[in-house]
Each structure stands twice: as C-alpha cells, then as structure tokens.
C-alpha cells in the first residue's frame, strides 16, 4: 500500500450546521479536518440539539446576519487568512448569499497568489426528488456555484444543478459535463449513487434492494471528474459495498476528508500553486490527486461505518430490555415504538471518534478494494436516452425543450 500523505498546514473555515449530539455538519467535518491536522474556524448554520433523524429537534437556525457579524469578528482582529472554505447545509437563501459572500471576499484576497484559496461547496438542497430546504435557495445555490473549485451534490442536487434527469452513468455523465461547461467549475464528485446490477440504471436511494445474483452484493458508485483547461470531463467511478442502514452525517464526513486528502495529494502532484488545484490536461483521470484523494477518503469511511455497524448490531441486541415496562395501552404501546424508534437513530450515529486512527489511515484490506476506474462512455461522449449535447454540452429534457425536471418539495 502506498505511504499516507501528510496533509500541509490548512487553514479551514468551516459554514455548516451544528448539533449538540452526535455527529453531523460542523460536529463532523470539523473533527475530522483537525484530526487530520487542519485548523478549523467555525460558523455554525443552526445550532439543534441533534439531527433530524431522530424526527424531533431543539434549537434555532442561525440567520444571514448572524453569520456576516460572526465574520465580521474574525475579520476585525485578522483572522481570515483562509486556504479553504469548507460550506455546507444553509438553512434559507439569504443566509446562501452571506456565504457567497464570504466566499467571494476570501476569493478575492487570493487573486494575487494562484491556488492559495479553494472553496469546496456542498449544496445541501434534498435527496429522492424532495427539497429539503426553501425553493428559493436553489438558484441562490445555482448564483455560487461559479466560485466553487470543488461541488459535492448527491444525485438529486446534481439534476437540480444542471437541469439533467439522472437514469445512468451515460446521462450521469452528462450532467457533470454541464457544470464543468456552464459554471466553469474545476472539480465535481456526485455521491453515493446506486445503480441496478444488470440495467445500470439509477435507483433511489429508498428503493428495497434489487435481486442480486449469486455472490453479489450491492454497491454504491461515487463517480468525480477534474475537468481539463477546455471543461472537459475527465470521469472516474469508485464502487462501494452498500451497508445495509442509513448512517447521518456520512456527506458531511466525506466533504471533510476530502479536504485533507485533496489537499495533500495536490501538493503532492505540485499542483497546489495552480488555480483551482487544476491538473494538466494529460493526466488520466485516474491519476488525478481528486481520484488518489477520494480512494482514500472512501476506504477511511468504509472502515469507520463497518465499525459503526458492528457496534450498532451490539447496541441493538439489548434493544426489548430497554422498552420493556412501558405499558400495555395504546398510547403506551406508541411510547415504545417510538421509544424503540429513537434507540435505533441513536445506534446508528457515527463512531467517529472512537475509531478516529482510521480517519489517519485506512487499514490495507480496504485502501486496496477502493481504486478509481476510468468511466467507460457509449463513443466516448456523454448522451442522454440517446441525443448528443449541444456545442455547450447541454442536453435538454423532454419534447419542450426547457430542460425542466420535476421537483417535489418538502
């Protein structure tokens, strides 16, 4: 196995949610990034008792002018002098715009000095065709994604990001070209998609699991791209073996890795000093420090949530102990299952901490299952059920040409 890289002195402001239990947002990313050696600022978007898998929080969201006086602060006493910003889950699109204008501010203090600022931009909108946010934070998200050098969308981001129906690698593909073409955006990986084993075509996330053959197991796809000096796509896909549970926290822990890892393997490839970490055109995608970053940041998680699973599985076996004596009513019999409920979110948080040596270096047996694959293309061109995308590589949807998708919101 390759020797681990030490990741270089980062200075790290960090805009995401935060919970007094558990291990999601601010909670997460920024353990992570100081254990990997980063010095982490930060601004916290809510501030809640726990996250909302428990169906039940406490707490308050932080508004926009909270987070430009909380800035505001740092800067008076100089202490902005920011390698990376790290955004993500933004409560309403006036506090989207006061990171944007963070961001673009630390973007412009970094105009004399190629490569010493980068913002990695998370746009937390919702999953399975559903917002989870107010409507009118996506175009506020859409007005920032222009100054990212790195954007981390989930399946359903990415179709709201680049007016894309996502149903295959093909038309996967298609999407990031988009958004390396449109916003000029250097770097995009799309997360945890799933696909079926024979079809290839995408799965919501909510799907029961299809029918594996013998020997087969289900796998998530992560698939990233550098873009070239021409916007062009440079794909590669990692494949991960599913863990049958829903695990909170699991984007916010992979954007922080992220950071660390990308930063190391950028100054590896000697291409810190170039704008946006942008590789020369003639390294394979996967040879690019996003891809040897993102093997690494996945065997760490693989390592960590089996080990939350294990732990979990140990945790549940007590599970009837623990709601017995609750009553036999009807009302009673709801406080169990709800009780029993919580006990079950409550196993499943994240033992990051706990295994926090894996976060550092991820054991052989998983750093060597985890390797980028180049993405393989019908012509070596993304499509769409079939039709080429036009000179700005954009292919449109549906017979009225608008390019819409249907969104349900929350």
Sequence with gaps: MAEELDVPETKVLA??????YGYVGNTMASFIMQSLGCEVTAI???QYSNHSGYRQVKGRKTTAEEILQLYEGLKQSYLTDFDVLLSGYTPSAEAVEAVGKIGRELRFKSTTKPGSFFWVLDPVMGDDGRLYIPEDEVPAYKSL?????????NQFEAELLSGTKITDVQSLATAIRVLHTIYRIPHIIITSIRLHPLTGRTLPSTTDTPELGPGEQETMTCIGSSATSSFHPR???IDIPAIPVFFSGTGDMFAALTVARLRAEAASAHVDNNSGWTSPDDVAST???LAKAVEKVLASMQAVLVKTYEAMQEELKGLENAVQGLGKGEEDREAVEKRRRLLRTKAAEVRVVRNVGLLKKAPEEWSEKFRAKEVELENGTPTENGRKPDELGVTKLGGDGEGAIHIETA
């Design 15 to 20: 805009i995401a949610s935060h919970v007094a």
């Design 44 to 46: 916290n978007t809510v």
């Design 145 to 153: 994604l222009r100054e990212a050098d790195l954007i981390l969308p």
């Design 235 to 237: 794909l590669f896909r």
């Design 287 to 289: 040879d690019l420090p």
